[in-house]
T-cell receptor, first 116, second 112 residues
């Protein structure tokens, strides 16, 4: 089945120790998104790649970076995690443009990040 | 700025009851999406709406894209325990490109 895969599902890191979360998709979608979600809140968009074009949200801290080496993979790098970065990180994909009507985003299962 | 309001924030119902939740936007949406999120999982797309007035069903779920393009509702009929979760509306404003804006969610609890 076509899907969005996130690894690992649970990640524990130490304060200040760089961490990378990964996302892959078999949907062949051209847009990939990274969201941060804290408990009982809506997902908050950090950035997205439209094809190879990187789009950062204005309020995303510089501590968060992303890479998309090819269509299928996208990575979230947190350079120096703080306690406030503990959250669920969600990857999503969508197909945008052409004859596509809307922007249905399909989410992976998420990675729960704990910062000690 | 543009705002998206979702209500109610939480609902406690008995199994078998019908449920309704809604979202209103300060600006016109091109697309309305409804998601359900279970604890520890990512949101799952339930229904997508593209046209003003569109009414779409998915099993016991029914959602409508408001005529003004600024609101949408989701109805769940004959609720069952597995309907428990957080329901999010999300939409795409005309000027937001490929971004979605999410409502704050409705936490649904179903008592057996």
């Amino acid at each position: 089945d076509a899907m969005v895969i996130q690894n690992p599902r649970y990640q524990v890191t130490q304060f200040g120790k760089p961490v990378t979360l990964s996302c892959s998709q078999t949907l062949n979608h051209n847009v990939m998104y990274w969201y941060q979600q804290k408990s009982s809140q809506a997902p908050k968009l950090l950035f997205h790649y439209y094809d190879k074009d990187f789009n950062n949200e204005a309020d995303t801290p510089d501590n968060f970076q992303s890479r998309r080496p090819n269509t299928s993979f996208c990575f979230l790098d947190i350079r120096s995690p703080g306690l406030g970065d503990a959250a669920m990180y969600l990857c999503a994909t969508s197909r945008v443009g052409g004859a596509v009507l809307g922007n249905e985003q399909f989410f992976g299962p998420g990675t729960r990040l704990t910062v000690l | 700025g543009q705002q998206l309001n979702q209500s109610p924030q939480s609902m406690f119902i008995q199994e078998g009851e019908d449920v309704s939740m809604n979202c209103t936007s300060s600006s016109i949406f091109n697309t309305w999406l409804w998601y359900k999120q279970d604890p520890g999982e990512g949101p799952v797309l339930l229904i997508a709406l593209y046209k003003a007035g569109e009414l779409t069903s998915n099993g016991r779920l029914t959602a409508q894209f408001g005529i003004t393009r600024k609101d949408s509702f989701l109805n769940i009929s004959a609720s069952i325990p597995s309907d428990v979760g957080i329901y999010f509306c999300a939409g795409q404003w005309e000027t937001s490109g490929s971004r979605l804006t999410f409502g704050e969610g409705t936490q649904l609890t179903v008592n057996p």
